[in-house]
């Protein structure tokens, strides 16, 4: 945001020269990010009188004009049509030097003597118009200074206001800083105009079908409009402010805009279909040309201003250029209202629009204020375009929003910040931003929270405020210092810690996303359920419209982002909190993501051959076995069964609906579910353009922690041979090996101690649905040498169990 330092003058005295001015609004938190000069030096100009214009002897497109400089009348040939006797203008006498640098002397031209020249605003460096003569107010006396007609340089301060800080998006907000930090009073500007018009209710109507997306509507009619250029000091403000002039009515709109915070849209009303406003949603397959003479699509979800036939602006954003003001205007109605920010957003990003009034509604305007800017801008319509106001204003508002009250401790103040700040400069800190003391006792105080400020919300928020106005670079600095806190635990930071030096050692590159994401992106995967999706309020950008509930779509997305700027494989990792709702409640927990892309796995030799999922999924599961050895954490996969949604309302979410079918597996860990590991869906993967298997894992980091620091306990090296027996066997296709494995377990003895699937084989020799599984068992006693009847006993207890318990066929031989 530009602030032009003389017009915060108009609200504010304020003494400090611009440099310290800066530092003081920096050092609360207003961040000045530079200072520049605006205007040009002027000297030697003055303000000329033109008595007569004359035709040009020797050219047609030449004109002679008598220019009065206050002490003598000169002649000046001129090249521009607008300027007429009575005018006044700027003259640059015989010697004057213009802002580029050009020296005006005596001249003949086509015959003619000149011995001036009338300027236009671009040769002024006061704009880039160069359509005509300057004209300026004809009151000016003849012979002034030009500076002091239409100011010399000046400083323009250019801030950088947060988002939480909407309130000083206007000259009138910064200014209200600006006193609470030099104890002045704030001077706001004059809102009386006279209204001699018919009511207003029998000139217009206004319709809000959306009170949610616009909880206040207020619209003025004006009769008897004058079109025509604005004041110096409305075109050289907006200028300032990197606004271009148009004409007194919009200008005036931009004025108030700038000046309060407020922004503001003339509508010619005799455009308005029926003198109706409707503020309402969008309908399927309806358009609007916008002022910027671009015809643009609307959608339902976006918020429009309408008449009785047809959308006329885009809520918050920008008006249509057939209802908008022109030459023929004569009759305005002025809208002043609020809109919610996220809609706002919603349409400004959907349209690709960036407007001054978007960027103020997307961060939040005081409903309390549309009224009082309206006010405004009617006084100086009525005095600069002499517009005749109807009485009243249309004033829909749905109610005014409750008060607001904070307490503050007093002692809290002075122990968080380290400062020892009296009791009652706590309290004149807070009276000073308009922040209103309601009650106080010798503990604390209450303040009432003002409209305008939608930032502060808490106890912390007024301690900031504190901190702020009395000024950052008060605060002492004190040395850090570390307290031994007794029964402190660090074990799940350093197994955290482990666990990230465990994946480094593995070859994987750690990766660090936002916490918010976009709603879209969820929806990719599965995750816009709104059971499951956790909304911001007030989002930043719709990019970051939502918490995310699973680390997997931003990794997938990092992936995308890779192989786009030409990166054929990747190894990557990321550790971060994901947010879900579980029984309607919110819950958090830690996760650990893991993501393939290219032949990641194979060895640098081997890099140029193809590969299919399958291979993708071993590399995957070799990462996921890794980790599990190096935390010692006994992690099993499970078939590949939703573990997530509805059925399962208490369940951590996993995104399962984003996988290939089939090549989604479920992880646990001791019987509790873990996490997911899979081959990504090519459709999905796709979309970045990606045509190669993607594989991804999503832990819970919790099971990770839990052995990562456990002692192993020691065995003995055995000392007696192992006998080793193979088993074959035929079972159903669906029969898994965990199951296999679980048969085996049940029933085997303490001498069985390794059990390795070896071979799976499927074909039509031994029939369709069936598959034949192979098995290599290790016998050993700690005792003594096992014999061959011992074991063939064991062996075939083990046997008899798989063919009860699997209905499994035993291939003998």
Same mark, same amino acid.
């Given at each position: 945001?530009?602030?032009?330092?003389?017009?915060?003058?108009?609200?504010?005295?304020?003494?400090?020269?611009?440099?310290?001015?800066?530092?003081?609004? *920096?050092?609360?938190?207003?961040?000045?990010?530079?200072?520049?000069?605006?205007?040009?030096?002027?000297?030697?100009?003055?303000?000329?009188?033109?008595?007569?214009?004359?035709?040009?002897?020797?050219?047609?497109?030449?004109?002679?004009?008598?220019?009065?400089?206050?002490?003598?009348?000169?002649?000046?040939?001129?090249?521009?049509?607008?300027?007429?006797?009575? /005018?006044?203008?700027?003259?640059?006498?015989?010697?004057?030097?213009?802002?580029?640098?050009?020296?005006?002397?005596?001249?003949?031209?086509?015959?003619?003597?000149?011995?001036?020249?009338?300027?236009?605003?671009?040769?002024?460096?006061?704009?880039?118009?160069?359509?005509?003569?300057?004209?300026?107010?004809?009151?000016?006396?003849?012979?002034?200074?030009?500076?002091?007609?239409?100011?010399?340089?000046?400083?323009?301060?250019?801030?950088?206001?947060?988002?939480?800080?909407?309130?000083?998006?206007?000259?009138?907000?910064?200014?209200?800083?600006?006193?609470?930090?030099?104890?002045?009073?704030?001077?706001?500007?004059?809102?009386?105009?006279? #209204?001699?018009?018919?009511?207003?209710?029998?000139?217009?109507?206004?319709?809000?079908?959306?009170?949610?997306?616009? !909880?206040?509507? *207020?619209?003025?009619?004006?009769?008897?409009?004058?079109?025509?250029?604005?004041?110096?000091?409305?075109?050289?403000?907006?200028?300032?402010?990197?606004?271009?002039?148009?004409?007194?009515?919009?200008?005036?709109?931009?004025?108030?805009?700038?000046?309060?915070?407020? !922004?503001?849209?003339?509508? /010619?009303?005799?455009?308005?279909?029926?003198?109706?406003?409707?503020?309402?949603?969008?309908?399927?397959?309806?358009?609007?040309?916008?002022?910027? #003479?671009?015809?643009?699509?609307?959608?339902?979800?976006?918020?429009?201003?309408?008449?009785?036939?047809?959308?006329?602006?885009?809520?918050?954003?920008?008006?249509?250029?057939?209802?908008?003001?022109?030459?023929?205007?004569?009759?305005?109605?002025?809208?002043?209202?609020?809109?919610?920010?996220?809609?706002?957003?919603?349409?400004?990003?959907?349209?690709?629009?960036?407007?001054?009034?978007?960027?103020?509604?997307?961060?939040?305007?005081?409903?309390?204020?549309?009224?009082?800017?309206?006010?405004?801008?009617?006084?100086?319509?009525?005095?600069?375009?002499?517009?005749?106001?109807?009485?009243?204003?249309?004033?829909?508002?749905?109610?005014?929003?409750?008060?607001?009250?904070?307490?503050?401790?007093?002692?809290?103040?002075?122990?968080?910040?380290?400062?020892?700040?009296?009791?009652?400069?706590?309290?004149?800190?807070?009276?000073?931003?308009?922040?209103?003391?309601?009650? =106080?006792?010798?503990?604390?105080?209450?303040?009432?929270?003002?409209?305008?400020?939608?930032?502060?919300?808490?106890?912390?928020?007024?301690?900031?405020?504190?901190?702020?106005?009395?000024?950052?670079?008060?605060?002492?600095? *004190?040395?850090?210092?570390?307290?031994?806190?007794?029964?402190?635990?660090?074990?799940?930071?350093?197994?955290?810690?482990?666990?990230?030096?465990?994946?480094?050692?593995?070859?994987?590159?750690?990766?660090?996303?936002?916490?918010?994401? &976009?709603?879209?992106?969820?929806?990719?995967?599965?995750?816009?359920?709104?059971?499951?999706?956790?909304?911001?309020?007030?989002?930043?950008?719709?990019?970051?419209?939502?918490?995310?509930?699973?680390?997997?779509?931003?990794?997938?997305? *990092?992936?995308?982002?890779?192989?786009?700027?030409?990166?054929?494989?990747?190894?990557?990792?990321?550790?971060? =909190?994901?947010?879900?709702?579980?029984?309607?409640?919110?819950?958090?927990?830690?996760?650990?993501?893991?993501?393939?892309?290219?032949?990641?796995?194979?060895?640098?030799?081997?890099?140029?051959?193809?590969?299919?999922?399958?291979?993708?999924?071993?590399?995957?599961?070799?990462?996921?076995?890794?980790?599990?050895?190096?935390?010692?954490?006994?992690?099993?996969?499970?078939?590949?069964?939703?573990?997530?949604?509805?059925?399962?309302?208490?369940?951590?979410?996993?995104?399962?609906?984003?996988?290939?079918?089939?090549?989604?597996?479920?992880?646990?860990?001791?019987?509790?579910?873990?996490?997911?590991?899979?081959?990504? &869906?090519?459709?999905?993967?796709?979309?970045?353009?990606?045509?190669?298997?993607?594989?991804?894992?999503?832990?819970?980091?919790?099971?990770?922690?839990?052995?990562?620091?456990?002692?192993?306990?020691?065995?003995?090296?055995?000392?007696?041979?192992?006998?080793?027996?193979?088993?074959?066997?035929?079972?159903?296709?669906?029969?898994?090996?965990?199951?296999?494995?679980?048969?085996?377990?049940?029933?085997?003895?303490?001498?069985?101690?390794?059990?390795?699937?070896?071979?799976?084989?499927?074909?039509? #020799?031994?029939?369709?649905?069936?598959?034949?599984?192979?098995?290599?068992?290790?016998?050993?006693?700690?005792?003594?040498?096992?014999?061959?009847?011992?074991?063939?006993?064991?062996?075939?207890?083990?046997? #008899?169990?798989?063919?009860?318990?699997?209905?499994?066929?035993? =291939?003998?031989?």
């Amino acid at each position: 945001m530009r602030l032009p330092v003389s017009w915060l003058k108009d609200y504010v005295d304020v003494e400090l020269s611009p440099a310290e001015l800066a530092e003081r609004l *920096t050092f609360s938190g207003l961040e000045v990010e530079g200072i520049e000069t605006w205007g040009a030096d002027l000297s030697g100009l003055v303000v000329g009188e033109v008595r007569a214009v004359d035709p040009h002897p020797g050219s047609g497109s030449l004109s002679v004009c008598s220019v009065f400089d206050g002490a003598r009348t000169l002649q000046v040939v001129c090249g521009a049509r607008n300027a007429a006797a009575g /005018d006044k203008v700027p003259l640059a006498p015989e010697g004057a030097r213009l802002p580029g640098g050009t020296e005006i002397r005596r001249a003949i031209i086509h015959g003619v003597e000149s011995s001036g020249m009338l300027c236009a605003e671009d040769e002024l460096g006061f704009s880039e118009d160069h359509s005509g003569v300057m004209i300026l107010p004809r009151g000016l006396a003849a012979g002034t200074p030009l500076s002091d007609a239409l100011g010399g340089p000046e400083p323009v301060l250019v801030l950088e206001v947060t988002p939480n800080r909407p309130d000083c998006l206007s000259v009138i907000g910064v200014a209200r800083e600006v006193a609470a930090l030099c104890g002045r009073r704030l001077k706001l500007p004059p809102v009386q105009f006279p #209204e001699n018009g018919p009511d207003v209710s029998g000139l217009a109507s206004v319709r809000v079908e959306d009170p949610a997306g616009c !909880p206040r509507y *207020t619209a003025r009619v004006f009769s008897g409009v004058r079109l025509g250029p604005s004041p110096v000091f409305i075109r050289r403000r907006l200028l300032m402010c990197g606004v271009r002039p148009i004409n007194n009515v919009v200008d005036i709109t931009n004025y108030v805009m700038l000046e309060c915070g407020q !922004p503001l849209h003339a509508f /010619d009303r005799a455009l308005l279909d029926e003198s109706r406003v409707v503020v309402r949603r969008a309908r399927p397959g309806e358009k609007i040309a916008t002022l910027d #003479e671009a015809e643009r699509g609307l959608s339902p979800d976006m918020l429009v201003i309408a008449d009785a036939s047809k959308p006329v602006a885009v809520a918050g954003v920008m008006g249509g250029r057939t209802s908008g003001i022109n030459a023929g205007t004569g009759s305005v109605l002025l809208e002043s209202a609020c809109f919610a920010p996220p809609l706002v957003r919603s349409a400004a990003r959907g349209l690709d629009m960036a407007t001054e009034s978007s960027h103020r509604f997307e961060r939040g305007v005081d409903v309390m204020l549309a009224e009082w800017a309206s006010r405004r801008a009617a006084a100086l319509l009525a005095e600069h375009a002499g517009a005749e106001a109807a009485r009243g204003v249309i004033d829909v508002f749905q109610a005014a929003p409750p008060e607001r009250f904070v307490a503050c401790r007093f002692d809290r103040v002075r122990r968080l910040l380290g400062v020892d700040i009296a009791d009652d400069a706590i309290c004149g800190v807070f009276e000073a931003l308009m922040l209103t003391v309601s009650e =106080r006792d010798g503990k604390g105080c209450r303040v009432r929270v003002p409209s305008f400020r939608m930032d502060i919300e808490i106890e912390a928020d007024l301690i900031e405020e504190v901190a702020r106005i009395h000024g950052l670079d008060k605060i002492p600095v *004190t040395a850090s210092r570390g307290l031994v806190a007794p029964g402190a635990d660090d074990a799940p930071f350093r197994a955290a810690v482990h666990v990230k030096a465990a994946l480094r050692a593995l070859g994987l590159t750690e990766i660090l996303n936002y916490s918010f994401v &976009s709603e879209r992106l969820l929806g990719r995967f599965g995750l816009d359920r709104p059971a499951l999706r956790i909304i911001l309020p007030n989002p930043i950008s719709a990019e970051h419209s939502a918490l995310r509930p699973s680390l997997v779509p931003q990794m997938l997305s *990092t992936l995308g982002l890779n192989r786009s700027r030409q990166v054929a494989e990747a190894a990557l990792f990321e550790t971060g =909190r994901v947010f879900f709702r579980r029984g309607g409640a919110m819950a958090e927990e830690d996760r650990i993501a893991v993501g393939l892309m290219g032949p990641a796995g194979r060895p640098v030799f081997d890099k140029r051959r193809g590969f299919e999922a399958e291979e993708m999924f071993l590399w995957m599961k070799g990462i996921l076995e890794g980790l599990a050895s190096a935390v010692k954490a006994e992690l099993r996969l499970e078939s590949h069964a939703p573990v997530g949604g509805g059925t399962q309302p208490e369940a951590s979410w996993f995104p399962v609906d984003c996988f290939e079918p089939g090549r989604c597996v479920r992880v646990t860990a001791e019987g509790r579910e873990a996490g997911v590991i899979g081959i990504v &869906s090519g459709e999905i993967a796709r979309e970045w353009r990606i045509l190669d298997p993607v594989g991804v894992l999503e832990l819970r980091l919790a099971p990770l922690l839990e052995k990562v620091f456990s002692v192993v306990s020691m065995k003995p090296l055995p000392a007696y041979p192992a006998v080793i027996r193979d088993v074959a066997m035929i079972v159903d296709s669906s029969v898994r090996n965990e199951s296999v494995l679980e048969e085996i377990r049940k029933n085997s003895p303490k001498e069985l101690t390794q059990v390795r699937l070896f071979d799976i084989y499927t074909g039509k #020799e031994i029939g369709k649905g069936r598959k034949s599984l192979a098995y290599s068992m290790t016998y050993r006693s700690l005792e003594r040498t096992l014999t061959d009847e011992e074991v063939n006993a064991m062996h075939e207890s083990i046997k #008899e169990s798989l063919k009860n318990g699997l209905k499994a066929e035993i =291939r003998e031989g």
